[in-house]
């Protein structure tokens, strides 16, 4: 990955914020042609430095209703890939990361219900092999939901 540079960041900051400006508008902003935006953009999602391009969905207005973060507990933490690969087969699994702490995984699962939840936990999440134990922690709102701000100093 190349280095990030005061006009990227700036770009970063901009996009961020509202990913469907158009280029136009960043590249007055920035003070450099729209080309140059592209450009810098086209560059920066090579990089991995910009990933995906797509809308957030509220998950309550598609009926899903529980928001709940399901700390899992392994067998051996080396099953990390194995356990994963199963997880992904369950579309309500939002994210996962691998963590240090009381669990050795961390899940973001959505659920129409309560109902819905049990049988997730109980038919799905706790049948995967290695997985030991499972605490759920449910979301009762979300209070915060941003990007990592970008500066445009270097």
Request: glycine content about 8%; overall charge negative.
């Amino acid at each position: 990955m190349e280095k990030i540079d005061k006009l990227d960041r700036q770009i970063l900051n901009i996009i961020s914020r509202n990913a469907r400006i158009p280029f136009k508008d960043v590249a007055e902003v920035c003070g450099v042609s729209r080309a140059a935006i592209h450009q810098r953009v086209a560059r920066l999602i090579e990089d991995g430095v910009i990933t995906g391009s797509g809308f957030y969905v509220n998950a309550k207005s598609i009926g899903y209703t529980t928001c709940t973060y399901v700390g899992l507990n392994l067998e051996r933490g080396n099953m990390y890939k194995e356990v994963i690969k199963e997880l992904e087969r369950i579309p309500e699994i939002v994210e996962c990361h691998y963590t240090t702490g009381p669990y050795t995984m961390l899940a973001k699962v959505y659920a129409r219900d309560n109902e819905h939840l049990m049988d997730l936990l109980n038919n799905h999440i706790q049948s995967v092999k290695g997985i030991v134990s499972t605490e759920t922690l449910i979301s009762l709102e979300q209070g915060i939901r941003r990007e990592l701000p970008v500066g445009a100093e270097e």
